[in-house]
């Protein structure tokens, strides 16, 4: 009776044991690779990405929450997805119609950085205040005349990214509903803030075991960042024979007159076309004339 009771003992710590280890770990090396993640590692990943991001948008005078999707009741039952150069992304299935199986990118979790129109910055959750049934952002909570940046973390370990206008964004902004012809609707890009995807990369190893190493191409002029929209980081050696002034070398606080994002020659180097760039005295200037700070 005595060596049963050890045998059984022994399984049961040899099964502890086995089911520690990180079983689905695998490495992520291409943009169509997915790894298998649970609910749990899945909320701790969220939770994990909000508390760095907030530190970000504080340095950028920016809110952020994560009420980046929503909708109006009578889509309920609709199969909602996201349009990337990778493929499409499952945002939300509910249809009886299409079936989910089809999608090989899936949602983790997402943010929206967007202005406070109380001067709120970091984690706030009032962009829902006073929407209608989903349908769009209040403007008594958001400043419609700054724009809204939509992160969403996918499966492949790459972080998108969806621009949208103060005035025309919504909750389903850069959504679509499977079946429909969405016209009009925005499409994401694979972000371009290195920070942003580096830090997701380090998430989901620390949580998951996979190790992701995707190459991402962060001067490609077709996708540009949360921070620069119309700039790109310089390239190491700062080398000026471009035609492009350089931020971190001109010792003044300069504007990007196509975003209304200004810089400090304190931060990170940045290229900005003569044609679009502003001198401003000092930061406050800048942010009275309605620009706000990069954020790094």
């Known amino acids: 009776m005595k060596k049963s009771i050890l ?13 520690a280890s990180p079983v689905h770990a695998k490495d992520i090396t291409s943009s169509s690779d997915t790894f298998s993640i649970s609910k749990k590692e899945k909320t701790e990943i969220n939770t ?21 999707f929503d909708h109006g009741p009578e889509d309920n039952g609709n199969l909602w997805y996201a349009s990337t150069p990778d493929g499409d992304i499952l ?3 509910a249809s009886d119609t299409y079936s989910s199986k089809k999608y090989n990118l899936r949602k983790i979790g997402g943010f929206v950085f967007y202005t406070a129109k109380d001067g709120t910055t970091g984690k706030c959750d009032n962009i829902k205040k006073d929407t209608d049934d989903g349908a769009e952002y209040s403007s008594d909570q ?9 992160y969403l973390l996918a499966n492949n370990g790459i972080v998108y990214e969806c621009k949208l206008d103060g005035e025309a964004a919504e909750p389903d902004s850069g959504f679509k509903i499977k079946g429909e012809d969405n016209i009009g609707n925005d499409d994401w890009i694979v972000s371009q803030d290195k920070a942003a995807q580096d830090e997701y990369r380090q998430l989901i190893t ?6 992701v190493s995707t190459a991402i191409n962060y001067n490609n002029s077709a996708t540009q960042s949360n921070d ?10 700062n080398d000026t024979d471009d035609g492009m002034d350089h931020t ?9 007159t196509k975003t209304h994002i200004y810089h400090t020659e304190d931060q990170h180097d940045y290229k900005i076309s003569p044609k679009n760039e502003v001198v401003f005295d000092n930061e406050q200037q800048a942010i009275n004339a309605g620009y706000r700070k990069a954020l790094r």
């Not at 508390?51 to 809110?63: L, P």
């Not at 620390?206 to 190790?211: R, S």
């Open 91 to 93: 945002v939300r299935n």
């Open 228 to 237: 620069v929209d119309s700039t790109t980081p310089a390239q190491s050696g």
């Open 7 to 19: 045998t059984l003992v022994g399984c049961s710590i040899a099964l502890l044991s086995f089911t």
């Open 248 to 256: 971190a070398q001109t010792g003044k606080v300069i504007g990007d």
């Open 142 to 150: 958001i400043d419609i005349t700054k724009p809204v940046d939509k």
């Open 48 to 68: 994990d990405f909000y508390n760095w991001a907030d530190q970000r948008a504080k340095m950028g005078n920016m809110a952020i929450s994560k009420y980046y």
């Open 206 to 211: 620390k949580y998951t075991g996979n190790n």
